[in-house]
């Protein structure tokens, strides 16, 4: 496809569990960014890629969160031990190389549920 | 120094009027200010951009206004119509960077 694709685009899951949500960029970007997005407010940076390694993963809330892209282009987050104030919506976006514009192209987001 | 702050919260626009959106920020290092649409159920788009060598840039029905001795920006939108119903960020960053986003103004224009 054209634009940022993540799945699942609704997860619910228990206290407690493990979660996995994946991302695949716009083809040809190098740099790849999580952010989480509670009800009523704006984007939260967790992570950014620029190619295969993490440059900046200053947002991650605490060690239950870790995010990999092993090839530079897909890449998934990883939530261990489930909390219930880990529901969010979370947004991948990608862009060109650090020396473009700045702009961020957002999937739509994967809806995390933690019961 | 990372936050960006956003007003109103909420804003209410008849249909043809000038809907206007402000923020501040705090980190003089930020060097690119974009301003994001999202609708509900998808994620952010960019809308408008701008650096702080200008005080102002227009695209369309679209402006934004930027004050760097007081680090404040502000979108306005001409004639506005029911389609620019939406949450609008403002964002603050440096190029291909993390960029930090403001809590965001949930915009209705009423027909």
């Known amino acids: 496809g054209a634009g940022v694709s993540q799945t699942p685009s609704n997860k619910v899951t228990e206290k407690g569990k493990y979660v996995e949500l994946r991302c695949d960029p716009i083809?040809?970007?190098?740099?790849l960014y999580w952010y989480r997005q509670s009800l009523g407010q704006g984007p939260e940076f967790l992570i950014y890629?620029?190619?295969?390694?993490?440059?900046?993963d200053s947002g991650l809330p605490n060690d239950r969160f870790f995010a990999v892209r092993p090839e530079g282009s897909v890449s998934t987050l990883k939530i261990q031990r489930t909390e219930r104030g880990d529901s969010a919506v979370y947004l991948c976006?990608?862009?060109?190389?650090?020396?473009?514009?700045?702009?961020?192209?957002f999937g739509e987001g994967s809806r995390l549920t933690v019961l | 120094q990372q936050q960006v702050k956003q007003s109103p919260q909420s804003l209410i626009v008849q249909k043809g009027g000038i809907s206007i959106i402000n923020c501040a920020y705090e980190n003089t290092a930020f060097d690119y200010f974009p301003w994001y649409q999202q609708f509900p159920g998808k994620g952010p788009a960019l809308l408008i951009a701008?650096?702080?060598?200008?005080s102002e840039k227009k695209e369309g029905r679209f402006t934004i206004s930027f004050n760097k001795s007081a680090k404040q920006f502000s979108l306005h939108i001409m004639d506005s119509q029911p389609g620019d119903s939406a949450t609008y960020f403002c964002a603050a960053g440096t190029s291909g960077s993390r960029l930090t986003f403001g809590e965001g103004t949930q915009l209705t224009v009423n027909p």
């Open positions: 976006a990608s862009s060109l190389s650090s020396g473009s514009t700045g702009e961020l192209f």
């Open positions: 083809s040809g970007h190098t740099a």
């Open positions: 890629f620029q190619g295969t390694g993490a440059a900046d």
């Open positions: 701008i650096r702080p060598d200008v």
